[in-house]
């Protein structure tokens, strides 16, 4: 059954280890895909996007074993084929943006496709920069499914970055393997550490893209991988959020597998948590967060928006009103995050309001929970796994329908998060 009760929690204590960052997994894969050596990606979780990479890899003709938590890839993919290609990309932004531009590397028709939210996520971001590249698009109205096919004929192009970052992940990892140097202007780019993070993943495989303050990029073609390829997936910052601000609410958590220097923006929830009054540690790469006051704060997550959904029952928990900027970055997630989590938390008679680009979250200390509560995670994995952490401090049990979402990411959340 796809809903979950869960009970109230009086505190939170104990230890986590993070799940590996779907955002370094979906990457790592892909671009082992490119490779004509053995790649090898250690911790790598099967949560529902990261089994969506490793489908489109096949699709692509990739061959590759799992051993444990560990994937082997045996062969890249088939450049030579000539067939029709036609992958499905699940329930995944990154998989999906990312992935269409591999029909840069292939003439014949090249079709994407996914299931869920990502059919109702916008594709313009990706429509028209491969019209760019001198590609024909055909798509549903800017939506999936999408066919692209033709020759390039075009390796200068400009594209815009203001809804989202994920397409131009896509094209860096593609262009090193073109036949000619390719050079993108990019208009207002947001998410940039994700950008980072392409970045230093491409390195890790000895691939160079040149970085022009995120305003153009600059890539040789012609790029090889010339070795083996051993990487290990890092902790997920992004699933680490909710661990983090249930210990600011409610105790102290103990969490390990993250890397204190990481490239993913996410890791700025640990400025979140200090500025709403928690104590943050590091020793021995274990991170403790531990509870004292909890003050409302303001908090620019525009290069971080997948932080909304725990920032919000931070906020939720201060008395009084915190400010929290980027929400234009919402519209296009899983869901829209700024109306569904404002839904939401009118549920437990927190006030959210939502203006240009910024939301207000009108804290009362303690959210009110009366019995008949039913969250809905509006089949967001983010939005349920932040419903989870009303649970704290509260008296009453509550049910969160849709509650499998979680796997899209963090097929682990609950258990892990009940041990606390
Ligand atoms: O590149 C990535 O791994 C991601 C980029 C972000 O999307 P946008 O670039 O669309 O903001 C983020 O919200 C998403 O969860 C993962
Ligand atoms: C928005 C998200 O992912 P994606 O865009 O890859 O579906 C997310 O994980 O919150």
């Known amino acids: 059954m796809n809903k979950i009760v869960i009970k109230p929690k009086s505190n939170i204590s104990g230890k986590v280890q993070l799940p590996s960052s779907k955002s370094y997994a979906q990457r790592a894969l892909a671009i082992a895909g490119m490779s004509n050596n053995k790649v090898t990606i250690n911790r790598l979780i099967e949560s529902d996007d990261c089994v969506a990479a490793q489908n489109i890899l096949k699709d692509l003709g990739a061959q590759f074993d799992r051993k444990g938590d560990a994937f082997i890839l045996n062969r890249g993919i088939d450049f030579d084929s000539n067939r029709n290609i036609s992958i499905n990309c699940g329930e995944s932004g990154l998989s999906t943006r990312l992935f269409s531009s591999f029909a840069l590397l292939f003439e014949q028709d090249f079709t994407v496709n996914g299931q ?17 590249f001198g590609k024909n698009v055909q798509s549903n109205n800017g939506k999936l499914p999408i066919t692209i096919g033709g020759k390039i004929s075009e390796f200068n192009i400009e594209i815009d970055g203001s809804v989202s970052s994920q397409f131009l992940t896509g094209l860096l990892i593609v262009a090193p393997f073109l036949k000619s140097d390719t050079y993108i202007s990019v208009k207002d780019l947001k998410s940039k550490p994700y950008i980072e993070m392409t970045i230093d993943l491409l390195n890790h495989y000895g691939l160079k893209v040149s970085n022009n303050d995120f305003a153009s990029f600059q890539i040789q073609g012609n790029q090889r991988i010339e070795k083996e390829i051993v990487y ?31 490239k993913q923006g996410d890791k700025a929830i640990l400025n979140a948590v200090e500025l709403a009054g928690a104590k943050v540690l590091w020793k021995n790469n274990i991170l403790s967060i531990k509870r004292d006051k909890i003050v409302s704060f303001e908090f620019d997550a525009t290069e971080c928006p997948d932080l909304f959904p725990p920032l919000v029952v931070l906020a939720a928990y201060a008395n009084g009103k915190s400010v929290i900027k980027g929400v234009n970055r919402l519209k296009h997630k899983e869901s829209n995050r700024g109306l569904t989590l404002q839904q939401e938390c009118e549920k437990v008679g927190v006030k959210i309001e939502l203006l240009v680009d910024k939301m207000i979250v009108h804290g009362i200390g303690k959210p009110i929970l009366s019995d008949q509560i039913v969250f809905s995670s509006h089949n967001d994995h983010r939005i349920a796994m932040a419903m989870s952490l009303f649970s704290i401090g509260t008296q009453l049990s509550f049910t969160i329908e849709g509650a499998n979402a979680i796997d899209k990411s963090y097929p682990n959340f609950y258990r892990d998060f009940l041990t606390l």
């Open 116 to 132: 869920g939210s990502i059919l109702k996520r916008t594709m313009e971001m990706v429509i028209h920069g491969l019209k760019q």
């Open 232 to 262: 290990d997936v890092e902790g997920d910052w992004s699933a680490a959020s909710f661990h983090i601000v249930a210990a600011a609410i409610g105790g102290e958590v103990e969490l390990s597998g993250l890397l204190e220097n990481s």
